[in-house]
């Protein structure tokens, strides 16, 4: 099974930006959607952005036109570019490959801290 680790993460004022990354173990070219998560405490993990080896994105409302995913297949690796960053931005975020095996593959999370 694949294993993702992120990386990126940190502290940054409202408004800043920051470029995660996730660096799988293996080719993800044959992996159709990778896709981004995020968890803040006592709540459920909430999908933020997906995308497709064919490039075909999606993202939930609550970032649409702040984040973008991308991802280079060459390198193995997905990206989160977030723009325009507010306190509420401020959860762990997670890399995952989500239907890979019968619960997906997941990295172990990167802390994203906005100040005010």
């Known amino acids: 099974q694949v294993q993702l680790v992120e990386s990126g993460g940190g502290l940054v004022q409202a408004g800043g930006s920051l470029r995660l990354s996730c660096l799988a173990s293996?080719?993800?070219?044959?992996?159709?959607?990778m896709a981004w998560y995020r968890q803040a405490p006592g709540k459920q993990r909430e999908s933020i952005a997906a995308?497709?080896?064919?490039?075909?994105?999606d993202y939930a409302d609550s970032v649409k036109g702040r984040f973008t995913i991308s991802r280079d297949n060459a390198k193995n690796t997905v990206y989160l570019q977030m723009n325009s960053l507010n306190p509420g931005d401020t959860v762990v975020y997670y890399c995952?490959?989500?239907?890979?095996?019968?619960?997906?593959?997941w990295g172990q999370g990167t802390q994203v801290t906005v100040s005010s």
């Open positions: 995952t490959a989500p239907y890979i095996g019968l619960v997906g593959s």
């Open positions: 293996e080719r993800i070219f044959g992996i159709n959607v």
């Open positions: 995308i497709t080896v064919g490039g075909y994105t």
